[in-house]
């Protein structure tokens, strides 16, 4: 497949066409599985190898993931003279095998050869490395036999067109890895939430429902003495799900369904026979683009209880009161919950790194949570 420019002169396409579909894999790849078998997927479709290796260690306090296509005795990456010639040659993307060694002879004669090669029946490799502030996070090995030979120039070309596919694959990985940690941390604090809170999509499927509110949906079915008899498995409660139509008919019957959600207010459910049990429904934009259609917000609470606390301990069962932070207290939570860290808040705020952790702490103290995870989940 050729392109052809303005000009008119025809020139090659930057990857073969016949990767795509593999390419396709690597970029859909959604966990260290998936991403390990597109590389495969990818380097068998591209060049001929006898094995595939790949290390993987985005976060140096975690153990080092390693996998191969053969089995392969361990530390290989972390061997010498491979370690060595990577702590001297730190953000090269590409080495061959045979950088490592004076000469051929020398690889031969050598244990990196008779421990990792030679029972692979290997005499040729080359490593691709990836790199993070000077920190290597990846590394990718493609080991080839003496029939095969040495990767030509124009492999060694395909390989470097294929690297920044690669490296946008891992990047998009590393962001899927911390966004999933993210969310199951914020699942799990809001679990323990006593507020009993249910989350809709706009054809009322659920998309997230406590264990409070569980508890709640079958208190309304069944009544609490019922209720404590059986497992809390009820449905979100018919009322409910028919004060949220009503909002949609409503949100549709607007003139412009897509503006700000300004003018729909809370709408409060009681239960019919149970007047404590009381329901909060409002519409929720979740995304940042206005064209999307709303969600359903559902807060459930037993006003019988509530009142129970408030002469009690009500101030240890409700979450801390948001209290007025400075400017740059304001700024510095609102680049947590972007998921930056300390250093990159830093250089987006122009303040020193002491400084920003001095913000962070009074951020803390004030909003009375303990850790980044709980900031975020009170911001949201």
Not at 186 to 210: C, D, V
Not at 331 to 352: H, M, P
Request: a positive charge; aromatic letters at 6%; one cysteine or more.
């Amino acid at each position: 497949m050729r392109r052809t420019s303005r000009g008119g002169t025809e020139r090659e396409a930057v990857i073969d066409p016949s990767l795509e579909k593999t390419l396709l894999s690597l970029h859909g790849a959604m966990d260290v599985g998936s991403f390990w078998k597109a590389i495969q997927q990818l380097l068998a479709a591209a060049i001929p190898n006898r094995l595939i290796g790949l290390m993987l260690q985005p976060n140096p306090i975690l153990p080092m993931i390693t996998r191969w296509t053969l089995r392969m005795p361990d530390g290989f990456f972390t061997a010498e003279p491979l370690k060595s010639y990577v702590a001297a040659h730190q953000s090269q993307k590409f080495v061959r095998i045979s950088d490592l060694f004076s000469n051929r002879s020398s690889l031969m004669k050598s244990a990196f050869y008779r421990r990792y090669m030679a029972p692979r029946k290997c005499a040729h490799g080359v490593g691709l490395f990836f790199w993070k502030d000077q920190r290597l996070i990846c590394v990718i090995a493609v080991m080839r036999t003496a029939t095969q030979g040495d990767l030509s120039l124009a492999e060694m070309k395909l390989l470097q067109q294929l690297y920044p596919q690669f490296l946008t694959a891992l990047c998009r990985l590393r962001s899927l890895e911390r966004e999933h940690s993210l969310r199951m941390d914020l699942e799990e604090f809001l679990s323990r939430l006593p507020m009993p809170t249910i989350l809709l999509r706009w054809n009322l499927r659920p998309i997230y429902q406590n264990l409070a509110a569980r508890e709640f949906c079958a208190v309304w079915e069944k009544g609490p003495e019922e209720a404590k008899r059986t497992k809390a498995t009820s449905p979100i409660p018919s009322e409910i799900l028919d004060r949220c139509r009503l909002l949609k008919q409503q949100w549709a019957e607007a003139q412009r369904p897509i503006a700000p959600l300004t003018g729909f207010k809370e709408e409060p459910v009681h239960h019919p026979r149970l007047p404590h049990l009381r329901a909060t429904v409002q519409l929720k934009q979740l995304m940042s683009v206005g064209v999307t259609r709303p969600h359903f917000l559902i807060e459930c609470e037993d006003l019988r209880r509530h009142a129970a606390l408030s002469t009690g301990s009500a101030a240890s069962a409700r979450l801390p009161h948001l209290v007025r932070l400075t400017r740059r207290e304001q700024e510095v939570a609102r680049l947590v919950c972007e998921g930056r860290s300390n250093q990159e808040i830093a250089n987006d705020a122009c303040l020193s790194l002491p400084m920003v952790k001095k913000h962070l702490h009074a951020v803390f103290r004030k909003l009375e949570v303990p850790s980044r995870t709980r900031l975020v989940a009170l911001m949201q």
